[in-house]
């Protein structure tokens, strides 16, 4: 009997052993400033300094090196004033490259298989070119974040029936590339520009 009741009492000791060391695992992690940590003083580390690097990426970290948000692209371009030289020079520059024809020489809007239509073709006067520099100005403010408003047609109506083909659209981007490289624009900053343009060519570009 005495034996047998040793034996449990030495069972119960085990069991209390366990439980009491299974407890001490499993009790909640503790928190610090809001976050749920997983207990591991290491394993924590590494995932702060995955979220501030992701965070970085993002533009979004805060702190001594930081303290706010990425500036917009429009900012980082010099605000109004930088957009206004970009436009100047890619407008001048784009006009006088044959290949991107932004004057629409020999091309005709409407027709039948070539055959009759009207002149699309542009006059750069003064007044056209002003018209045009300020469209292309707020247009590229308005798309990088600035607090311009567009007040022209959109990209498919103003370009309806010149029939710009992809290797005009394509001088265009070199025109502009030229433009960002003469004014010494930073390569991150000139990369989202481009794209900003290229995502417009499904609305210019027509395939002939």
Request: net charge positive; proline share 3%; aromatic share 4%.
């Amino acid at each position: 009997m005495k034996s047998m009741l040793r034996s449990a009492l030495s069972a119960s000791a085990m069991l209390l052993v366990l439980f009491t060391g299974c407890r001490s695992h499993d009790k909640p992690a503790a928190k610090d400033d809001g976050f749920q940590t997983s207990g591991s003083r290491e394993a924590d580390q590494r995932a702060e300094q995955r979220i501030t690097k992701e965070e970085q990426l993002r533009g979004e970290a805060t702190g001594a090196s930081s303290g706010k948000a990425k500036a917009t692209l429009y900012a980082r371009l010099g605000g109004q004033e930088g957009v206004d030289k970009i436009v100047s020079d890619f407008v001048d520059r784009a006009i006088a490259d044959p290949r991107a024809n932004w004057e629409r020489k020999g091309v005709k809007r409407g027709g039948v298989l070539g055959v009759g239509g009207s002149s699309a073709e542009w006059k750069p006067t003064p007044e056209n070119l002003e018209q045009l520099k300020r469209h292309l100005a707020q247009f590229i403010a308005v798309a990088t974040g600035g607090p311009t408003q567009y007040d022209g047609k959109t990209m498919t109506k103003v370009h309806s029936g010149m029939k710009i083909t992809n290797a005009e659209f394509d001088a265009s981007i070199g025109a502009l590339k030229a433009t960002l490289d003469a004014l010494e624009i930073a390569v991150d900053e000139q990369r989202e520009l481009l794209a900003v343009f290229e995502s417009t060519r499904p609305q210019i570009a027509e395939k002939r």
